[in-house]
């Protein structure tokens, strides 16, 4: 059976991801603690950042899935992702997945250079590699409404552009099938089975918590807004089923006694 070994594993993509795998490989999982048992992976503690504890974690490894990323924290993901690939090629790992963002070639924010550079690593690296590009998960959305709401006026302002959110499970399965496929590459993006504008996005939301602020779409100045405006955050062509975000935002149920107007 593969040996397949999952960074990231604690965080949304990473658990799901075990939860696609489970019973179809022999799955590790990392963690930068001791974790508990789990009937769905053997949990490794290690460091992505200083390479502690990654030769035990992949000794035997057939398939390493990054799952891993610290978006607030600027350079992080090149350095962990260089340390995890560079321990997979003295580990003779035979399959590098590595899972990235639709749009990172056209947004011009931090986070989305880094996501370039790390898929720079990966494909450049001595080991055999799988790449996807997703659109941003449900998730995504209630935390772009909350950075856009946090302006003390009656109104909430968004950028013009549209957005295309996709159910993460949807994307672990794909992920799980690249990961017991041979390397391919770059393969065709994934994103959810919707394109709707972020103004349309930040209604349902705020109506979900009960908000009754009203929601105003205007032109976002410089490369990002132009980029949020060309549809860069999404791949109309590579659509996949699952849950709308309609559904994901009903089954989240009443959000009033947890969020404020």
């Known amino acids: 059976m593969t040996t397949i070994l999952v960074t990231g594993a604690t965080g949304l993509l990473g658990s799901a991801l075990l939860d696609r795998l489970s019973g179809a490989a022999e799955l590790r999982a990392l963690s930068r603690r001791e974790h508990d048992a789990d009937p769905r992976a053997a949990w490794y503690a290690s460091d992505l950042h200083t390479g502690a504890g990654l030769a035990r974690a992949l000794d035997g490894v057939d398939v390493v899935v990054h799952c891993a990323s610290e978006p607030d924290v600027p350079g992080a993901d090149v350095e962990t992702t260089r340390t995890l690939v560079d321990a997979a090629e003295a580990a003779g790992v035979a399959h590098f997945v590595f899972v990235s963002i639709v749009g990172i070639d056209e947004i011009p924010m931090q986070y989305y250079k880094d996501k370039r550079c790390c898929e720079r690593m990966v494909r450049e690296s001595a080991v055999p590699s799988t790449t996807l590009r997703a659109t941003q998960f449900h998730q995504f959305i209630p935390r772009l409404v909350d950075r856009f709401a946090e302006l003390p006026i009656p109104v909430v302002v968004v950028p013009r ?29 994934l994103g959810g089975p919707q394109v709707l504008s972020i103004a349309e996005l930040a209604r349902d939301e705020l109506r979900a918590r009960g908000a009754k602020r009203p929601v105003v779409s205007t032109w976002m100045p ?8 060309a549809g860069c955050l999404t791949t109309p062509a590579n659509a996949c089923g699952g849950r709308t975000w309609g559904e994901y935002v009903g089954a989240r149920g009443d959000l009033r006694s947890t969020h404020a107007g």
């Open 222 to 229: 410089g490369k990002l807004g132009a980029a949020y405006a």
């Open 161 to 189: 552009g549209t957005c295309q959110p996709v159910d993460v499970t949807e994307v672990a399965s794909r992920i799980a099938e690249l990961a017991l496929g041979e390397p391919a590459g770059r393969v065709a993006d």
